[in-house]
T-cell receptor, first 113, second 111 residues
Framework: DTGVSQDPRHKITKRGQNVTFRCDPI?????LYWYRQTLGQGPEFLTY????????KSRLLSDRFSAERPKGSFSTLEIQRTEQGDSAMYLC???????????FGPGTRLTVL | QKEVEQDPGPLSVPEGAIVSLNCTYS??????FMWYRQYSRKGPELLMY????GNKEDGRFTAQVDKSSKYISLFIRDSQPSDSATYLC???????????FGTGTQLKVEL
């Protein structure tokens, strides 16, 4: 399978715990994106990378959120001190560059108790 | 005003019907539009990608952009129960770097 993959698919955690998600983009894509989707809403942009450089962060990405893409391959999204409001589907996408189609992975569903 | 607006539905149609899904957008500078299909608890799947005005057809799906009225549409011909999903419209913003989505329209195709 050469699509975008995400791990884990589901994560249940207690409030205050840290969680980390992983995304592996389509191999020839140099752009990687993170979005968050809550129930009944469309995905909302969080951040994106061009190779290993993080070029833009949404105001939705509070100080508790950090994303990395070492060596321009896979990416991780960490949420520290999780809150119930962090419960959502976290989607990773990738593309060949700007103005290109973005393809998404299956998402990581986070539930904060 | 949201940048992309979409009626959330739900929309229920009989099998074989022609489905029309619509979005409006606020900024006349938007030029790149996408339609995604999302099954429950899955990631969005890209269906159509269009640039500027006009129509684009792919199998049973036709995407249409009307820049004069800032209106985008997705038509599904001969709808099937397997088309039951949420359909998301989106436009590329921020210099082509990020997608701004509508809320999605939930579609149910009934036997």
């Amino acid at each position: 399978d050469t699509g975008v993959s995400q791990d884990p698919r589901h994560k249940i955690t207690k409030r205050g715990q840290n969680v980390t998600f992983r995304c592996d983009p389509i191999s020839e894509h140099n752009r990687l994106y993170w979005y968050r989707q809550t129930l009944g809403q469309g995905p909302e942009f969080l951040t994106y990378f061009q190779n290993e450089a993080q070029l833009e962060k949404s105001r939705l990405l509070s100080d508790r959120f950090s994303a990395e893409r070492p060596k321009g391959s896979f990416s991780t999204l960490e949420i520290q001190r999780t809150e119930q409001g962090d419960s959502a589907m976290y989607l990773c996408g990738s593309s060949k560059g700007p103005y290109n189609e973005q393809f998404f992975g299956p998402g990581t569903r986070l539930t904060v108790l | 005003q949201k940048e992309v607006e979409q009626d959330p539905g739900p929309l229920s149609v009989p099998e074989g019907a022609i489905v029309s899904l619509n979005c409006t957008y606020s900024n006349s500078a938007f030029q790149y539009f996408m339609w995604y299909r999302q099954y429950s608890r899955k990631g969005p799947e890209l269906l159509m990608y269009t640039y500027s005005s006009g129509n684009k057809e792919d199998g049973r799906f036709t995407a249409q952009v009307d820049k004069s009225s800032k209106y985008i549409s997705l038509f599904i011909r001969d709808s099937q129960p397997s088309d039951s999903a949420t359909y998301l419209c989106a436009t590329l913003t921020g210099g082509g770097n990020k997608l701004t989505f509508g809320t999605g329209t939930q579609l149910k195709v009934e036997l």
